[in-house]
């Protein structure tokens, strides 16, 4: 009986993954175990492509979802963490389960790739970790910031802590079967999928020349070191070298070479750097984008080879295997895969980006040469443990072993209806979880493409209470770090009975606030929790205008009116003043434009005019009984601050017809605030409120003297004088102009002119 097998792969020289699938597939015989063995290479036609003597198709020949991959008994993906090479094979795989042979151990960069050709702002990515990653993951990738476009964030699939959120499972999960190479990666993989899963070693004869050239250890004058592979940052090329320029005796008996591909460019230009400033010219070489031939030769001409990884992105290392079987000496990090070789085999770094502990480990190279010749020829031995043939021997009868279960599986293609019972029944007892989890996958992905994962309401209601804070800071709102944000909607979630009905109406109002669509301003109204204070302390915290907008959005089904005086709205800072100005724009609007209840207005209103500890970011020294301060003084801004007056300098002439808001610190014992100064035309009239933390003082007072000052009395609480800022809010009304004077053809409204403040 003829087992008809479908080897989806890249098969080309510039990934490890196509020399690999190269010499495996050269390997598999056209008959085992009394089956005929019918093979077929299924891979994107690109330069530098292997020859086969299989049968070969070009993968972009057939649509992912044709019915072509049904012609085979088994397909086999070969699946590794990088876009570029292997997301032609996992459009397949979303529609057609097999064996996927795992390569690496993090797929976080194919993943953020996915993400960012969604157009989510990375929010889908935030969705992964949570349904994928470790409990603590949403907290990482909130501190990363990556959903956020301003400020400081960094990629956390770059970062030292992309080992501890693999995120291979939802790839996994597509899978019939999966295939490992180390312990370490089995470890990982076997809990998250429900299914037989083989560790095989990798075989060391993947390339034709790679034991070649085999030569005692130190012959040359200097001792020559070697790291070849991709030249990138988890390769602490960089921590070797500041290891070496540590040491006066390294600096003086070795070279140093690093060989490789130089993808990146920013990463082997901070190299030559550090090379440059600790004059490592003698003893650093770098031989980039070398021949397989020219590899060869200097792998020949090396002493020892350093092979550090941090953090740990493989599922096993062909570069390790490569430098083991020539039988010299080869340091590694403790850590992954790399943790399985035996101790005597290899010299290891126990801990990892230790600049200390990486120069001891090159010191050694300098001691007890048979010793270390006996090292290499342990190291020789590991790595020599499995072949190409036995490779291929072991997993053949893995197929065998599984080909009721695999055959099953892959009925299950994407375009029938995932049914265990229309699988030929449960035989397995995983293969109801495992198709649950199959969809999941699909759906996951099928979001991901469409960037609308972070709002799938199954995901969300998964998250559940504890973590739905976090998600909904990163992935909703798209906001990093913040405290005051994370309190607002640690309250505005305490008490929901839907979370995702919660969130999709955060995310309604988000993107409504900062789009300011008109047509959607229409259906806001029927969305929004109007009488809900904890959801408005949320746009608060958020952003004053995006506050404004869903505000008149959600009560009046419009946009709020542009401002009259653009200079002034741009020149005020204050949130409070902000929302004092909206709570007027609220209170004008016609009443029978009005579209909610009215006691959510009136709530709503109430709250935008209340003083919230929150907003006490200022630190004022307090103004002692008697003391006047001059404003625009030296000492202005250490006692007094002005928010809302017209001007840009310190002086802060007028206050205008806009509200504006003087911040003052009475010290214990004050009874008055005076503000010194004028009106700058009778027609003017001043409405001076005093806010608290406790809200606004009702009782405001309206002055409309020509001259002469304002008296504010403090009420008899000990808000007044608790050390936190007092805020006065004036409002001038009947202002003109000079230029409505005809003086000048200066626009701005002229109202108080405020000269001192002073305490009694």
């Known amino acids: ?138 907290r990482r990738i909130r501190q990363s910031n990556i959903t956020q476009t301003k400020g400081l964030h960094y990629a956390i699939w770059d970062s030292d802590l992309c080992g501890l959120d693999p995120m291979g499972a939802p790839l996994f999960q597509l899978g019939s079967a999966l295939i490992v190479h180390s312990a370490y990666a089995e470890a990982y993989a076997s809990p998250r999928f429900d299914g037989p899963v083989l560790q095989l070693g990798m075989p060391w004869d993947q390339r034709p020349t790679a034991a070649r050239g085999v030569e005692p250890v130190g012959t040359q004058s200097r001792q020559t070191l070697v790291s070849f592979g991709h030249v990138q940052s988890t390769k602490c090329i960089d921590d070797i070298l500041l290891a070496i320029s540590s040491q006066k005796v390294l600096r003086d008996e070795i070279t140093y070479v690093v060989a490789g591909f130089s993808g990146a460019t920013a990463y082997v230009d901070h190299l030559k750097n550090i090379v440059r400033e600790h004059n490592l010219e003698r003893c650093v070489r770098f031989a980039l984008d070398l021949s397989q031939d020219e590899l060869e030769i200097l792998c020949a001409q090396a002493d020892a080879f350093i092979n550090l990884r941090f953090p740990n992105t493989e599922g096993s290392s062909v570069s390790l295997i490569e430098q083991l079987i020539t039988a010299k000496p080869v340091i590694v990090f403790n850590t992954g895969c790399y943790a399985e070789i035996p101790h005597d085999a290899v010299i290891k770094v126990a801990t990892p980006r230790n600049i200390d502990a990486i120069a001891d480990a090159i010191l050694r190279l300098r001691h007890d040469r048979t010793g270390l010749a006996a090292m290499g020829q342990r190291g020789r031995s590991y790595a020599m443990r499995s072949s190409c043939r036995s490779y291929v021997g072991e997993l053949l009868d893995f197929i065998i072993r599984h080909e009721a279960l695999l055959r099953r599986r892959g009925n299950a293609h994407a375009t029938c209806l995932i049914d265990v019972e229309s699988l030929g029944g449960v035989e397995d007892e995983a293969d109801e979880h495992w198709a649950e989890t199959l969809s999941t996958a699909r759906t996951t992905f099928d979001l991901l493409n469409q960037g609308r994962f972070a709002l799938d309401p199954t995901l ?86 995006m506050l404004a907008s869903v505000a008149h959005g959600s009560f009046f089904g419009s946009l709020p009116a542009p401002p009259t005086d653009n200079t002034a709205l741009q020149n005020l800072d204050d949130s409070f003043i902000r929302r004092l100005r909206l709570s ?135 808000a007044a004088t608790s050390g936190s800022p007092l805020c006065l809010i004036l409002e001038s009304q009947g202002c003109r102009s000079p230029a409505s004077f005809g003086n000048s053809s200066d626009p701005r409204p002229l109202g108080f002119l405020m000269r001192q403040v002073a305490i009694q």
């Not at 032609?88 to 960012?116: E, M, R, S, T, W």
């Not at 801004?637 to 610190?665: A, C, D, L, N």
């Open 460 to 545: 969300i209601a998964d998250i559940g209470p504890n973590r739905i804070v976090d998600y909904a800071q990163s992935a909703i709102l798209r906001q990093g770090m913040n405290m005051r944000l994370t309190q607002a909607l640690q309250d505005y979630f305490r008490d929901q009975p839907d979370l995702y009905r919660a969130s999709k109406v955060l995310q309604a109002a988000y993107e409504f606030g900062t789009q300011r669509n008109v047509e959607e301003a229409e259906y806001l109204p029927d969305v929004i929790p109007h009488g809900d204070l904890n959801f408005w302390r949320i746009l608060a915290v958020l952003d004053s205008d």
């Open 584 to 718: 007027e724009a609220l209170e004008s609007r016609p009443s029978e434009d009005l579209r909610a209840n009215p006691a959510d207005l009136i709530s709503v209103i109430r709250w935008l005019r209340r003083r919230d500890l929150s907003d006490n970011r200022m630190v004022l020294q307090p103004v002692r009984v008697g003391q006047t301060i001059s404003t625009g003084s030296p000492e202005h801004q250490r006692f007094v601050r002005v928010f809302g007056f017209f001007g840009t300098s310190k002086e802060h002439p007028w206050s205008g017809p806009e509200p504006g808001s003087i911040y003052v610190v009475p010290a214990p014992g004050a009874r008055k605030v005076i503000l010194y100064g004028e009106l700058l035309h009778s027609g003017v009239s001043i409405k001076v409120s005093l806010a608290t933390e406790m809200g606004l003082d009702c009782t405001s007072k309206n002055y409309c003297r020509d001259n002469g000052s304002i008296e504010i009395d403090l009420p008899d609480s000990s």
């Open 1 to 138: 009986m003829m087992l008809r097998i479908g080897w989806v792969t890249p098969f080309n020289n510039r990934t490890g993954v196509g020399t690999f699938s190269k010499s495996v597939t050269d390997a598999i015989p056209a008959k085992h175990a009394g089956r005929q063995i019918d093979l077929t290479i299924i891979a994107p036609v690109v330069e530098g492509l292997y020859p086969t003597h299989h049968r070969f198709v070009d993968i972009a020949s057939a649509t992912s979802d044709s019915k072509f991959y049904s012609m085979f008994d088994v397909l086999i993906y070969n699946i590794g963490n990088n876009e570029e090479h292997h997301k032609a094979l996992f459009d397949v795989l979303q529609n057609y389960p097999g064996i996927i042979i795992c390569h690496d151990y993090v797929y976080q960069h194919f993943l953020a790739k996915i993400v960012l050709d969604g157009s989510s702002a990375f929010a889908d990515l935030v969705a992964l970790f949570a349904r994928y990653g470790e409990p603590e993951s949403m």
